[in-house]
């Protein structure tokens, strides 16, 4: 499934993590509150996470070209491994009859997505074939952790958490994937007790469909850093005051930007 040198970094290169946080100690983790959000509610883009008070508790509903865009990319990439025990033939059959499906607003992306489509069926195929055990999309119970009774990874090889996103504009876009492969984490650890060091994100260019492959090192730091916005997140949702407005610039990609700046 990954790279080469992901397997190297994670096996020889990155060595053990030493973690006290780990999702099996609940003393520490468990919820502080009634209100369980969800792993993309901890790590929206907001800062004030108002997109999450407009989406939660105002039920305000946005269906921009952002949403859409990365829901296509997630899809393109998981499909050869929904259904890698196919003929080679019905899969491509398939993924072209989902293409033919997609919204007019993204389908200019078409022969970009047959490239990335190519990249993760040759990873499929591999994996299959060296009897590597990955899950799609599995439902990791998440209750126990302060977050919504599932929380779902795009992939998991072995117990290492995948997430697959498009590359951002900044910084604060990795930063986020970082924070949901350490809520993937703890919600692993807390369900099976097997200690998860590692995540993985891959970031897609949708300018050529590279693909960017990141290993996150799932420390104690990232680790509080994700329970402190959890908690936060976790407050706005049960004491639902409307949160101000962010005081820097927002990102003209959020999705909530015409509905939060009216």
Known sequence: ?????????????????????????????????????????????????????????????????????????HEVFLYPFRYVNESLWDIVRGFDRFLNSLNSSVKKYRDVFYKLFRKALAFALYSSEEGIPISVEPMIPAAAIGLSDYVKPDLMVGFIPVDIALAPS????????????????????????????????????????????????????????????????????????????????CPQTCPYFEVCRR
Not at 44 to 53: A, M, T
Not at 225 to 232: A, N
């Open 1 to 73: 499934m990954f790279p080469r040198w992901v397997w190297d970094f994670i096996r020889v290169v990155g060595g053990e993590v030493v973690a006290e946080v780990r999702g099996w100690r609940f003393d520490v983790v468990s919820p502080r509150f009634v209100a369980r959000p969800s792993i993309s509610d901890v790590t929206s883009p907001c800062l004030v996470k108002r997109d999450v008070w407009l989406r939660k508790v105002a039920r305000v509903r946005v269906d921009s070209v952002v949403f859409v865009l990365g829901r296509v990319v």
């Open 170 to 249: 900044s910084d604060k876009g990795f930063e986020r994937k970082e924070l949901a492969l350490a809520g993937y984490a703890l919600a692993i650890e807390a369900w099976t007790g097997h200690p998860v060091d590692y995540g993985v994100a891959i970031y897609v260019n949708l300018g050529d469909a590279s693909l960017n492959w990141k290993v996150i090192r799932i420390d104690d730091s990232l680790r509080r850093v994700f329970l402190e916005t959890r908690d936060r997140v976790a407050m706005i949702l049960e004491h639902p005051e409307e949160p101000p407005q962010p005081a820097d610039q």
